[in-house]
C-alpha cells in the first residue's frame, strides 16, 4: 500500500501557520515581558510609535503587493522597469508620509520624551 506524500503546497501552507503562531507567541512573550518591566507610560508611547510606523509602512505599499502579482507575470521584459518603478514610487512614499509624520504636533511629544 503506497502511502501519499504530503504535497508541496500542504507543506508551505503548514509553514506558514508554523510562522504566524510563532511570531505571535513571541509577540506575546516580549509584551508580557515588557509592561512587567517598564513603565506604563513609556510602553504606551512606544506602542504608539510601532502603531504609527506601522501605519506609514502599509499606507506606503501602495497596493503593490497586488499589482505585482497580477502584472509581473505578463510584463515580459519589463518586469525590471515595473518592478524598480514600483519600489521607488513606494519608497519616496514612506519618505515623504514619515516626514508629514514627524511634522505633526502628536510626534513631537512623543520624541521629545
Not at 506558514?16 to 510602553?43: N, Q
Not at 524598480?84 to 512623543?110: D, E, M, N
Request: hydrophobic residues 55%.
Amino acid at each position: 500500500m503506497l502511502r501519499h506524500p504530503v504535497s508541496f503546497v500542504a507543506k508551505n501552507a503548514l509553514a506558514l501557520i508554523l510562522s504566524s503562531v510563532g511570531t505571535a507567541a513571541l509577540g506575546f512573550v516580549f509584551w508580557a515581558f515588557a509592561t512587567r518591566l517598564v513603565r506604563a507610560e513609556f510602553l504606551g508611547r512606544a506602542t504608539a510609535e510601532i502603531a504609527a510606523m506601522s501605519l506609514v509602512a502599509n499606507l506606503s505599499q501602495l497596493g503593490f503587493g497586488s499589482t505585482f502579482e497580477r502584472f509581473l507575470p505578463i510584463a515580459g521584459s519589463q518586469t525590471r522597469s515595473l518592478v524598480v518603478k514600483g519600489y521607488a514610487l513606494s519608497c519616496t512614499v514612506a519618505f515623504v508620509g514619515s516626514l508629514v509624520y514627524l511634522s505633526l504636533p502628536a510626534s513631537r511629544l512623543v520624541l521629545l520624551d
